[in-house]
């Protein structure tokens, strides 16, 4: 008999009662057979299958999405990653849901993104990530997109396989040139300012309230990508820093081009010597944008304003 290895199904409910039983299911699937199962929804929906789990909810392990998934890039390393390299050995059942109703279309980009990009994060691993996408309210584009980064479809009539199923179109689809913002303050910096950099983002935090944890991710994701610019992007960059919103924007801009697309999305065993710039980007801010070609790339990072949660 073949081992299952790797399976990405898409959820598409309608209402409540049919995520509710559509989840449960497959959680219930997951504890009968003995693999360690993990749930990163938003909260309704974390309340909603823990209440109709009962007892069963006592051997799962739950995560708020919202928090967990705040920046799309940070889910597969911190969150699915995370969850399956604990158990190895095992087959991990892993309920999803990084695209919601109230997710932007700032950040929808990425979120789909990364939809496409667990397809290659997982292939050969031991696991089954289902994501779920209500029919009822989520816009069809995303649904067509969502047909396009999963294999399977699950429906509560049943489940077929994707005839559109291309995650690399989607990935592709948004690497696009990001909107030039209206205002900003900018610094083109090389080995003999690279200081400069993190100070004049250090000072923009601090004038917009950050504390001092904060202040010091934001120097730090600053510092990770200035370096990086240094070392892969032709010895040089522009660092650029604006609000938008209520969000504080850094982009560092170079002549780069970064061509693994999950460059920054794996865990990295801190026993290992390498390079983890674009990772620790991912894990400390709220959101992190990319458009990357042959000599030029920029990545972009967004910090949520203190207070605006």
Not at 15 to 26: C, H, K, L, Q, W
Not at 197 to 224: P, Q, Y
Request: glycine share 8%.
């Amino acid at each position: 008999m073949a081992v299952e290895t790797f399976a990405h199904p898409a959820l598409f409910y309608r209402g409540d009662r049919e995520y509710v039983a559509a989840t449960t299911a497959f959680v219930r699937g997951g504890l009968e057979a003995g693999d360690p199962v993990a749930v990163a929804v938003p909260p309704k929906n974390l309340a909603r299958i823990r209440e109709s789990l009962e007892r069963d909810a006592q051997e799962v392990f739950f995560l708020d999405m919202t928090i967990a998934g705040r920046n799309p890039g940070r889910v597969i390393p911190a969150v699915l990653r995370e969850f399956a390299d604990r158990h190895p050995d095992a087959h991990v059942r892993i309920i999803g849901e990084p695209i919601w109703l109230d997710r932007t279309a700032m950040e929808y980009p990425a979120a789909a993104q990364h939809e496409a990009l667990i397809n290659f994060a997982f292939t050969g691993r031991l696991a089954t990530i289902l994501c779920p996408y209500d029919l009822g309210v989520i816009d069809p584009e995303i649904i067509r997109e969502a047909e396009l980064t999963h294999p399977v479809l699950r429906y509560a009539s049943g489940e077929r396989a994707s005839g559109g199923y291309a995650p690399q179109t989607v990935v592709d689809g948004h690497n696009q040139p990001l909107a030039e913002p209206a205002d900003f303050v900018s610094l083109r910096f090389d080995h003999t300012n690279l200081a400069a950099a993190r100070g004049l983002a250090a000072k923009w935090a601090a004038d917009h309230g950050f504390c001092s944890a904060k202040l010091d991710d934001i120097r730090l994701t600053v510092a990770e990508l200035s370096a990086n610019s240094l070392d892969h992007g032709g010895g040089s960059g522009l660092f650029r820093i604006w609000v938008e919103g209520r969000r504080l924007v850094c982009e560092i801009s170079d002549a780069g081009h970064i061509t693994d697309p999950l460059a920054g999305r794996r865990p990295v065993d801190p026993r290992v010597a390498g390079s983890r710039g674009l990772l620790i980007v991912n894990l400390l801010s709220d959101l992190v944008r990319v458009h990357t070609r042959e000599g030029c790339t920029v990545v972009r990072t967004y910090f949520d304003l203190p207070g605006s949660s």
